[in-house]
């Protein structure tokens, strides 16, 4: 039970390195064991997320050594079929995207249900519907989802709704069924492409990855492959609003600025300053901002993983601003804990109305879930006073040393253990 301290009020200054794209990195590593090989994934983010996928590779078999910081090298010659038990799956939502590779891979897939992030309900509907759709018959039974095919062969699937897990664990699934998959309604997210793009590299006949078809032509088998990820839009997104909400001046480094452009488009409409270039975006505050109207949709709309953040930037804005969120039933969870810093938001059903105020002050909040948990960091960071974040273990989910990053950046910020041993011992 870690925690950040935060002292607010620095505005951030200097450079900033994204790191790798989670999303793209949890769907790339579990389609590693498609290769049958020796994979080296580059530019793989250190996060909590990324040590899951990597143990529950090791739990089938697959040998992983670090390379470096960023870079692994998976062995997937000895990958076998065994069940993922609730251990290792509860602790992300894409451990599901083991169903899609074994299923590829052995024509059998057993995975404990998904866990993550806690935004309301989160059906796998859609997931069944393709993998029935190919071929094959699943049982949910004991907290166990089960697929199972004698043969898997080409369909066509139209989504009910635009999913990208959905997406992503058709195309996993497809990648070696006999014919031609055709999925409509896809999602068209980076990481969507970037899975494409990784299975590609392995030998798959992927087309249209990006746009709402998505056209797999099986193939028989697949090789080894190296291979970079792209990086994080939304580390990169947050570390935007935090320059700007403290008024800052930050460049973000080694990022695709067009995967970019729906946060940077509402940063400007508030006020901030975002000069882009080929690998760089440089934020620069304003002193006040104003208000605006937000609603979340799949890609290229307003990414929902980007909805708290904006919102402790709103929570400073002159006026009333309208936040819509269009993906999930429950991604206000961090409303409640930026009212306990001053801030004026009212939230019914999926609607949050934000009053802005004239400044936050720093209090003790919680991370409900890793989104929510980088909004209050922001939030910690533009306040007076001090904040200190529990429950960062949601935030060390999806976030590479967001700490030392925002250090280097001159924030205030340090990491406490909590309960705090040395305080514990001090006071008997
Ligand atoms: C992924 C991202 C998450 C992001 C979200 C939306 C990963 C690991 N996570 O989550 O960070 O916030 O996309 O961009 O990439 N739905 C169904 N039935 C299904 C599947 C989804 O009804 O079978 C619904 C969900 O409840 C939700 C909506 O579809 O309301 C979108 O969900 P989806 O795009 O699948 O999100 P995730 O893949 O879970």
Redesign the pocket.
Known sequence: MDKFIINGGRQLRGTVNISGA???A??ILPAVLLSGGVCVIENVPQIK?VTIDLKILAHLGADIRLLNKSAVRIDARRIRNVPIPYELARH???SY?FLGALLAKFNHAKVSM?G??D???????????CFKSLGAESVIEHGMVEISASSLVGTQVY??????????NAMLASVKAQGLTILENA?K?P?IVDLANFLNSMGADIMGAGTDVIKIRGVKSMCETNYTIIPDQ?EAGTYMVAAAATKGDVIIKGIIPKHLEPISSKLRKVGAQVVESDECVRVIGATEYERTNIK?M??PGF???MQPQFAALLVLAKGTSILTEG???N?FRYVEELRRMGADISVDGKVAVIEGVERLTGAQVKAAD??AGAALMIAGLSASGTTQVEEIRHIER?YEDMDLKLKALGADIVKRKFPDVEVMARVG
């Open positions: 989670k999303n793209a949890v769907a997320d992300i939502r894409a995207y998904p993550g992030c935004l309301g309900d989160r059906p796998i509907d859609q997931h069944i519907k989504f009910d709704k635009v999913t990208v897990g959905a997406t992503i999602a997210e990481h939304i979340t799949p890609h990414p929902t993983d993906i999930f039933d991604r890793l989104r999806g």
